[in-house]
């Protein structure tokens, strides 16, 4: 097998979203605007979505990352919204648009219309997340869209098979089909709580950081596989046991959260810029299935699936919003809302691979043999759909908040909040200090013993300082300095250590145990900024 076209694919991808990180156009949108160039350009390789890759080796790790750093307690708290949307949206949706498109395309039998509404139903986790990451969303509409996302797939792919049984003459019936929700709805949540607690402990109890690392790439495949062989949803097992992880990864040595929180950052950057370079890419494959239908055709049903997926989220997002807030229940639980977050939710649903590798795993024929009916025409309209949803509504929703002026994160609210945890958590380790110096057994020379205490006292005030004066001249907070210097004082050791190995002061082997404790130091002076 030629590796190339594949290396090709990682590298041009990753560069192109490494450039977008100095535009202002969205990492996914410069993607697909790059992969649906790359198309035509001559000598570009052909890359054909295979459900069979995607969906097992593809989406598992993305949801996982993207489960792994949501907060379990913020999609407690938003259960209701997040479920209606997650599930009550994408059935509703999956019926609507496709009856609608059954209406609209001469010859398309229901069967096949609710196939294509299925594939196109569910808002793609990777597009909520990275559109959310950059545009600034309120917290509560984040956590919404993201637990919207890391659910709807299962609900989607399990109404898919639904449909599809039906579309290829296997003869589901109602009763059937509900049936085979539950089983993958409720199979995969409880393969995901079999699955946690010992993958918790493995992950508490290994101490070879290679192990480790190992565990942590291979648990999301292991739960979504787990789950699959069951006939259950692999999506909502991987969700499960990330949710728990990312709840407990306290528990876990503190080397090991570097560690991961590293690779699976290379991880999600490669395969999400990847993902949405693959989207763009199969332009040429799909306008070549169209077949007998005319162009002209194909791209007026296109223009009229995307407006009746985009209405159809309106039309259940705010009902769905305000009906339930009648119960006075609910309004005591819940936070109050106006016109515009329903508005962002309603306008935030982007589709992606998901809705496409869904779509190609479409068969070539039914049951008794005859060919699947319009199925290039479905790729086609999941692709425009796709195309249309990333591009029009990925590319106005930053305006939109602009202009809707939706009040973003309270920075300095947060950085109170964080000063005043630090200071009660820096309260508790002073005391626990004088506990252990009056112990006999753990009696220090006074410089190691003041050394505790003075990095004990710049933890608890780097964060005070943050809210305080900075320098006149250089406009850094006392603590920016202090990282500053410490920083290049580390550097020009690291020089010395260099140039005492070129000189064979000392060998290679040992230069680089010395650089790593410097790493270490420089990791400890640094706190690691977010993106």
């Known amino acids: 097998m030629d590796a190339l076209p594949l290396v090709a694919l990682v590298a041009a991808s990753a560069a192109v979203a490494g450039l977008a990180r100095r535009t202002p156009v969205p990492a996914p949108l410069l993607l697909v605007a790059m992969g649906l160039i790359g198309s035509y350009v001559p000598g570009v390789p052909t890359y054909t979505l295979n459900a069979h890759i995607v969906l097992p080796l593809l989406l598992p790790p993305l949801l996982y ?21 997650s599930v009550g949206y994408v059935l509703f949706a999956t019926v609507a648009v496709g009856w609608l498109a059954y209406r609209l395309v001469p010859d398309l039998p229901l069967t096949a219309a609710l ?14 997340a990275a559109i959310a990451r950059r545009v600034g969303l309120p917290a509560r509409v984040t956590t919404i869209l993201q637990g919207e996302s890391l659910v709807n797939d299962a609900t989607a792919i399990t109404a898919y098979k639904v449909a599809l049984a039906a579309a290829v003459g296997e003869g589901m019936s109602w009763g059937a089909g509900i049936g085979e929700f539950f089983l993958a709805s409720v199979g995969g949540v409880a393969v995901g709580l079999v699955l946690m607690v010992p993958l918790h402990w493995l992950r508490t109890h290994l101490k070879e950081p290679l192990l480790q690392n190992t565990l942590s790439l291979l648990i999301p495949f292991v739960a979504y596989a787990a789950a699959e062989r069951v006939h259950a949803s692999g999506v909502l097992a991987v969700v499960v046991v990330a949710l728990y992880l990312g709840h407990r990864s306290w528990q876990v040595d503190f080397a090991t959260r570097l560690q991961e929180a590293a690779v699976w950052k290379m991880v999600a950057f490669i395969l999400e810029s990847a993902v949405f370079a693959l989207i763009g890419l199969q332009l040429p494959f799909v306008l070549k299935g169209l077949g007998t239908y005319a162009v002209t055709d194909a791209l007026w049903y296109a223009v009229a699936v995307f407006l009746a997926v985009v209405v159809v989220r309106f039309i259940w997002v705010y009902p769905a919003t305000y009906l339930p807030r009648l119960s006075k229940r609910i309004r005591d639980r819940e936070p109050g809302t106006d016109w515009t977050a329903p508005l962002i939710v309603g306008w935030a649903g982007m589709r992606g691979v998901v809705s496409l590798a869904i779509a190609f795993s479409i068969p070539m024929a039914t049951a008794d043999g005859a060919d699947f009916p319009a199925r290039n025409l479905v790729l086609f309209l999941t692709f425009t759909t796709v195309i249309g949803t990333l591009v029009i509504q990925g590319l106005t929703l930053p305006l939109l908040v602009r202009v809707l002026r939706l009040p973003g ?4 609210a947060e950085t109170l909040a964080e000063a005043q945890a630090q200071s009660e958590a820096s309260t508790a380790a ?11 057994r753990n009696r220090l020379p006074q410089p190691l013993t003041d050394r505790l205490r003075t990095v004990l006292e710049r933890r608890r005030n780097a964060v005070w300082e943050r809210l305080g004066a900075s320098n006149p001249v250089t406009g850094e907070s006392a603590d920016d300095t202090y990282r500053r210097l410490a920083g290049e004082m580390i550097e020009a050791e690291r020089e010395v250590f260099v140039r005492l190995r070129d000189e064979r002061g000392i060998d290679d082997e040992m230069m680089r145990t010395l650089l790593r404790r410097l790493d270490l130091e420089e990791a400890a002076a640094y706190r690691e900024e977010s993106d």
Not at 430 to 440: G, I, M, S
């Open 409 to 412: 994160r309270d920075r300095q």
């Open 65 to 85: 990352t993207a489960a792994v750093d949501s907060s379990y307690l913020d999609l407690r708290a938003n259960l209701r919204p997040v479920a209606l949307l």
């Open 115 to 128: 196939v294509l509404g299925a594939v196109i139903a569910p808002p793609d986790a990777v597009t909520a």
């Open 430 to 440: 002073e005391a626990r200090l004088e506990e252990l110096l009056a112990d006999e």
